[in-house]
């Protein structure tokens, strides 16, 4: 599975004014900085690539209680040098969740947007806030898989119920941005279920 970010900047139709301002602003730092924003050395923004991982039905999202926010989380990462920002929000995935088994719902981009990351410090060293410039995608597993933590990142992983969603986050932003993926996939869900 491939998804280069110059091909998701080509395909990627913002649905709403929030969406087309944050594209504007990953085209225009990308023009600025060149592939140097793969690179999360690239202190003021850099590229990340993040998804929701939903149950068959849609009824439950995989979440993970993450280590330095100290809140429940979607899953997803640094590109770290890598264009393809389906594969890195895959081995995030994976690497997060201890699943063996992922697939995207669809492999377009459901959304971009520019997320802030407040100061904070990761193995002993100080990160300065800054900005993720970020792909998301919605993927689909076993809710009956194994899954475990990654120590290393978060403390906890487990299939929330949608609708509990703001109990368990305490990011108010994040929680309107899942619900929003949700409703995106419900809706492609249904619109490919008409087509069959």
């Not at 087309?20 to 023009?31: A, G, M, P, Q, S």
């Not at 899953?75 to 920002?85: A, K, Q, S, W």
């Amino acid at each position: 599975m491939k998804l280069t970010l110059d091909t998701i900047l080509k395909n990627y139709h913002p649905k709403n004014e929030v969406e087309r301002e944050d594209l504007k602003v990953l085209i225009k730092h990308y023009e600025q900085v060149g592939n140097s924003i793969l690179y999360r050395n690239r202190t003021l923004a850099h590229l990340t690539s993040s998804a929701v991982v939903l149950n068959h039905n849609l009824t439950h999202m995989l979440m993970v209680h993450h280590n330095i926010y100290n809140t429940w989380t979607w899953v997803g990462g640094h590109n770290d040098g890598d264009f393809n920002c389906l594969g890195v929000a895959l081995k995030e995935t994976l690497e997060e969740t201890g699943l063996s088994q992922v697939k995207p719902l669809t492999e377009e981009a459901q959304s971009i947007e520019v997320l802030t990351v407040d100061g904070h410090y990761k193995k002993g060293q100080y990160v300065t806030g800054h900005l993720h410039l970020n792909v998301s995608f919605v993927f689909i597993a076993d809710d009956s898989e194994m899954i475990r933590p990654n120590l290393d990142e978060n403390s906890k992983v487990q299939w929330i119920p949608i609708n509990e969603i703001s109990v368990y986050s305490n990011e108010p932003d994040f929680i309107k941005l899942y619900l929003k993926l949700i409703d995106r996939a419900r809706n492609y869900r249904e619109a490919t279920d008409d087509r069959d």
